[in-house]
């Protein structure tokens, strides 16, 4: 083993889960290409190291790394070099310079005894000098900090977060309990903080272990879509995770309830445990619409008088169910219209549009995500506009410190006479809360949508829960026009979801099927279609067209046809600069989806002289956009998403995204592509339904194609078993229109 010791010229990458780093260091006057796993380094340190030296075939000579020490810097030249590598911000080489001739080697006992000195330097003040030293003892206790928390197996960059968050208190939080991170810290859950918790020796049957477990099970099920769990449910997930006696399960569970941590409710002859949040977003939901279900009597002649006066100057048809769903718009303060493709939503919605112009209405048009908002103003040619925009985000945290707020509330609501929400089945409790929060009572409210496409990814079944409460005013459209039936997509849409079978038989021009029996013939034909066929068939770019699958894993997943997609269609090439990213290499050119909600993240809107004509700050679950460009020296990413906005992404914010050739059906959800590719052989029962196929099936324009068995598309229409969600809203719906 050999040493060698020297100053960290540049950080060329690192893994920020697994520390693994390569950098340059100057060695004995030269630039030496060093790797290996470093629990923390930064550019400008002095480290002193063992291992060996090798000869890389593409990069020459390296020395790896086995053993490793950062020293603070004990010459003069090492303190310059290390003050002016920007280590210190404010500070570069020539302050630097002027600050060790002034100090010599004294220089660090100056900064950390005596910082009110550096002031004797021309061009630094009395401010700046304390902030020198303050980012100097900063950058010593986030060094010791980083090095003590991954011996707790915890990565650097959830290092840096619990870092920042805590600061020198992390400490004695990691030591006495380590669950508290759980609850702060973005991206640690109770499986982190148990497995840290073990190495510091805490009891298993700790009050802070069974409470945070309890809350986990309850947040868990929220990503299942369940707003709450049947006590039994609950017990028997606690059993298992915690490995404790039930009768502690139950007694925790009763304190937490004395702490209103958890609300029980029962509901018929099942005990129903919530987390707060989530019982109290069920409950002021139902109280807002039962709120703003104001009645009107406009006369049902005067209405549909005004109708034929519209569909005489359009050329508009509306059948009598349309009718009545305008009507009914006219004269309820809540309203809501469901209906598979074909059944004319579009054409009520318009005309619902006409009649409130007419009587002078303000009107505020919105959908869940950004893809269906532009196809409703595109249906409409009027402006609509995601939720989160026209409650106005913001990136600032709300009173209770969690994520983010809205603009528009209760105390500043929206000013319309008449809100349309559509594609209402993507709406989750969290998103539907805050929304009626900013609706003013005397606002009409209505609510499009098909309660047979899939529910929200989020917690709640606020569309079927509404429909079934039958509370309000539902219109449900079931006639399929004309026009529509000409389409293979709609007809057949229409009869997977009554359980009929379809012919798959290549006679239609709209609904193609490619008969394959086995995954790899699969996932070559599907790279046939979308490379060469389906872009000249429907006269469309490759990379609009989508591949929807039921699941994630498995060679037909999500996470393995994006790896095999992005080879075909996005190849490696010297001339696109590419990055990695845990398991996935990004790659300027593809096509990719954000994955999580970051309500802070900027944004730019730019003409095209390049020129911001539009800022904001917000990228949504579910987003999709194309990689415009890289920058591996200031580790940037710019990536434009469909509606035209331009995110700009640090390497270590990469996690929120992913590659996006294929999408899972669930995340398809209020999009529309214009051919869509659907690759089916076998899964997991709960995920190959109809709910699925039908989803799956009206995300498509212009084609359709299935690649797989017929047996698999058989088994699917025949399977309806869909994912129980535990939700409360139509009880508590129905418990505040009868004054329960």
Not at 47 to 65: C, D, I, K, W
Not at 104 to 129: C, H, N, W, Y
Not at 330 to 344: A, D, E, F
Not at 471 to 497: G, M, P, Y
């Amino acid at each position: 083993m050999e040493s060698i010791s020297g100053y960290v010229d540049k950080i060329v990458y690192r893994n920020e889960d697994n520390g693994y780093t390569v950098m340059s260091i100057t060695y004995e006057d030269e630039d030496m290409t060093c790797v290996g796993t470093f629990q923390y380094i930064a550019e400008g340190e002095y480290v002193e190291m063992s291992g060996y030296f090798t000869e890389h075939p593409s990069y020459g000579p390296q020395f790896a790394m086995e053993k490793y020490e950062i020293k603070a810097p004990v010459d003069e030249e090492a303190v310059v070099r290390y003050l002016g590598s920007g280590a210190i911000k404010g500070i570069g080489a020539t302050l630097a310079a002027r600050i060790v001739r002034r100090f010599k080697a004294d220089t660090f006992r100056i900064i950390e005894e005596e910082p009110q000195r550096l002031s004797e330097v021309k061009g630094i003040s009395g401010r700046m000098a304390m902030e020198i030293s303050t980012q100097l003892e900063e950058k010593k206790d986030m060094r010791k900090a980083m090095i003590f928390l991954q011996e707790y197996g915890i990565s650097m960059n959830m290092a840096v977060k619990i870092y920042s968050a805590y600061g020198m208190e992390m400490y004695n939080i990691i030591k006495t309990n380590p669950y508290k991170l759980a609850d702060d810290i973005d991206g640690i859950g109770f499986k982190i903080a148990d497995e840290i918790a073990v190495r510091v020796g805490i009891n298993p049957d700790s009050d802070f272990r069974v409470k945070c477990g309890i809350e986990y099970i309850l947040t868990n099920a929220g990503s299942d879509g369940h707003a709450y769990l049947p006590m039994e449910i609950l017990e028997e997930r606690a059993l298992e995770l915690l490995t404790v006696e039930k009768e502690q399960i139950q007694k925790y569970i009763m304190d937490m309830q004395i702490d209103k941590r958890l609300m029980v409710k029962k509901y018929g002859d099942t005990q129903c445990v919530y987390t707060s949040l989530n019982y109290y977003t069920e409950l002021n939901i139902a109280q807002m619409l039962k709120e703003l279900n104001v009645s009107t009597n406009i006369p049902e002649d005067a209405i549909l008088t005004r109708i034929a006066q519209i569909e005489n100057s359009t050329g508009m048809k509306l059948d009598e169910m349309q009718k009545d769903a305008v009507v009914q718009s006219m004269n309820s303060g809540v309203t809501i219209i469901t209906g598979g493709p074909g059944t004319g939503k579009t054409t009520t919605i318009n005309t619902i549009i006409k009649m409130f112009e007419n009587q002078g209405f303000e009107i505020l048009l919105a959908a869940p995500t950004g893809r269906a908002a532009k196809r409703m103003s595109e249906a409409t040619t009027k402006e609509a506009q995601t939720i989160h925009r026209l409650l106005e985000i913001s990136g600032n945290p709300d009173e209770s410190g969690a994520g983010t707020r809205f603009e528009k509330n209760d105390l500043n609501p929206l000013e319309a006479d008449a809100v349309i929400i559509d594609e209402m089945s993507m709406v989750d409790m969290f998103l539907m809360y805050n929304l009626l929060k900013a609706i003013a009572t005397g606002t009409r409210i209505i609510l499009v949508g098909d309660v047979h496409q899939l529910p929200s990814v989020g917690p709640g079944n606020v569309l079927r829960d509404i429909i079934d409460s039958e509370k309000f005013n539902v219109v449900k459209l079931t006639k399929i026009f004309r026009q529509a039936t000409t389409s293979d997509i709609v007809v057949n849409a229409h009869k997977i979801n009554a359980g009929e079978s379809i012919k798959l038989d290549n006679q239609s021009r709209d609904f193609l099927f490619v008969n394959r029996n086995e995954a790899n013939a699969i996932i070559n034909a599907t790279i046939t279609l979308v490379r060469d066929k389906l872009p000249k068939y429907i006269n469309a770019g490759k990379l609009e067209l989508q591949v929807l699958t039921p699941m994630r894993k498995g060679l037909l997943g999500v996470d393995n046809l994006n790896k095999i997609l992005q080879e075909y269609l996005n190849p490696k090439d010297a001339k696109k600069r590419e990055r990695e990213s845990g398991q996935i290499t990004f790659r300027e050119g593809d096509k990719v989806m954000q994955i999580k909600n970051n309500y802070q993240i900027a944004w730019e809107i730019r003409s095209h002289k390049n020129v911001v004509v539009e800022q904001g700050t917000g990228v949504f679950n579910g987003d999709m956009g194309i990689i415009k460009s890289m920058n591996l020296f200031m580790e940037t990413m710019e990536v434009q998403f469909d509606d035209g906005k331009i995110v700009t992404y640090s390497f270590k914010q990469l996690e929120e995204l992913e590659l996006a050739y294929a999408i899972t059906i669930h995340k398809s959800q209020g999009s529309e592509y214009p051919a869509v590719v659907l690759p089916l052989l076998t899964g997991p029962t709960m995920l190959m339904n109809r709910n699925l196929l039908y989803t799956a099936v009206t995300r498509a324009k212009a084609c359709v194609t299935i690649v797989g068995t017929q047996t698999a598309v058989t088994e699917m229409i025949n399977n309806m078993n869909e994912n129980k969600r535990y939700s409360g809203l139509k009880r508590l719906i129905t418990n505040a229109m009868e004054g329960i």
